[in-house]
């Protein structure tokens, strides 16, 4: 059948794709993306305490992620909702970020439970995105527009169609032979598909987004979830689109593989950059500390200090550093020496570790 964008795409061809998909230039790019790739997964897993920095690193990956669907929220009101976690009046964007995070982290646990991404997490996935209790779409009328209101795509309109492709996915990810193509080139296709399926009534990018770096997981080509491809597709959004649509119309899959091959190495870098600058800051912060405030240093409270920007007296009361009165002087003293900024919001006063804010948000 041939593909029409106005005509729900229910003939969306199964995986794998019938082309040739490891190409020289594919081939060459593979290879430096999974350079890239091995050498932060390397130097994470080498680290003592290498959750430090999941809640920082994946908190900004859930902003970006909603950002692409526009669920635009702030850096402040994210790490304020994260320091406050029972606080009720902070804006429904903030709150589809925070579950973004929190489909994240329950799709990882998953995952190290030895229990294989399947149609079953992904319907898991979108519940907790989106905090509704239905899942795959099951009437007709979904349809992708541009920013003109033209529509640029019409996924398949039935809930028999997504489940026979969403089954078919979900063989592709779990069932490899000998003769299996890179992972990462399998990364392309399934992302590829998951978008193309749109299995659900929202939250399909997010979800699909989620699901990239579960598969690495998966793959162990990550210890941990901290590679997330939100942050390029923003800075390369057009061709993001294109790549797309050329495999699509064009069965053209060296463009879209490319782009994800690329999206990856870049990550990458940049990743395990941003780890090494975070890490350098906590170090610089404790030999410090040690010099000039000996009586109230310790390696929790610096520890604490670096796990987000944004802290407050519960954080070191809960983290047995000190008691209450002790604690509101222990951070005092962090702002006079101008490590810390204060932010003031009602009763709640929250202190911001300012070159972790700094690294978080320009690197």
């Known amino acids: 059948m041939t593909y029409n964008k106005n005509i729900?795409?229910?003939?969306?061809?199964?995986?794998?794709?019938?082309?040739?998909?490891?190409?020289?230039?594919?081939?060459?790019?593979?290879?430096?993306?999974?350079?890239?790739?091995?050498?932060?997964?390397?130097?994470?897993?080498?680290?003592p305490n290498p959750f430090l920095l999941l809640d920082s690193l994946s908190l900004q990956e859930a902003k970006a992620s909603s950002e692409i669907e526009n669920v635009v929220t702030t850096n402040d009101e994210l790490y304020q909702a994260l320091a406050t976690p029972l606080n009720l009046n902070i804006s429904p964007a903030t709150k589809e970020v925070l579950h973004y995070k929190e489909a994240?982290?329950?799709?990882?646990?998953?995952?190290?439970?030895?229990?294989?991404?399947?149609?079953?997490v992904f319907i898991d996935l979108f519940r907790i995105v989106k905090k509704r209790s239905d899942g795959i779409r099951c009437l007709p009328g979904t349809v992708l527009k541009n920013a003109f209101n033209e529509i640029v795509y019409t996924p398949p309109d039935n809930e028999h169609d997504i489940l026979?492709?969403?089954?078919?996915?979900?063989?592709?990810?779990?069932?490899?032979?000998?003769?299996?193509?890179?992972?990462?080139?399998?990364?392309?296709?399934?992302?590829?598909?998951?978008?193309?399926?749109?299995?659900?009534?929202?939250?399909?990018?997010?979800?699909?987004?989620?699901v990239n770096v579960l598969y690495l997981v998966q793959k162990d080509l990550l210890v941990f979830p901290i590679l997330y491809l939100s942050n390029y597709i923003i800075e390369n959004k057009f061709e993001y689109y294109k790549a797309l649509k050329a495999v699509t119309e064009n069965n053209d899959w060296e463009k879209w593989i490319l782009y994800i091959l690329d999206a990856v190495e870049q990550t990458s870098t940049k990743t395990l950059n941003t780890i090494k600058n975070i890490y350098k800051a906590q170090e610089d912060m404790r030999i410090l500390l040690k010099e000039k405030v000996p009586q109230i240093y310790s390696k929790e409270l610096v520890s604490v200090l670096f796990e987000r920007p944004y802290c407050k007296i519960d954080l070191l009361v809960k983290n047995d550093i000190a008691k209450s009165q002790t604690?509101?002087?222990?951070?005092?003293?962090?702002?006079?020496?101008?490590?810390?900024d204060l932010v003031v919001k009602g009763r709640e006063k929250y202190y911001i570790n300012k070159k972790l804010w700094e690294i978080l948000t320009n690197d």
């Open 327 to 340: 604690a509101s002087k222990y951070l005092k003293t962090l702002y006079e020496l101008g490590l810390l």
């Open 8 to 47: 729900a795409y229910n003939s969306l061809p199964l995986l794998p794709p019938n082309c040739e998909l490891e190409n020289k230039t594919i081939l060459k790019k593979t290879i430096s993306a999974n350079k890239a790739l091995a050498e932060l997964r390397g130097w994470t897993f080498a680290q």
């Open 104 to 120: 994240l982290w329950f799709g990882f646990n998953k995952i190290k439970e030895e229990k294989p991404l399947t149609v079953n």
């Open 164 to 210: 026979r492709l969403l089954s078919n996915l979900e063989n592709y990810i779990n069932t490899d032979t000998q003769d299996d193509i890179d992972p990462l080139i399998k990364l392309a296709i399934i992302h590829y598909q998951f978008e193309c399926i749109h299995p659900f009534p929202d939250g399909n990018g997010r979800v699909g987004r989620i």
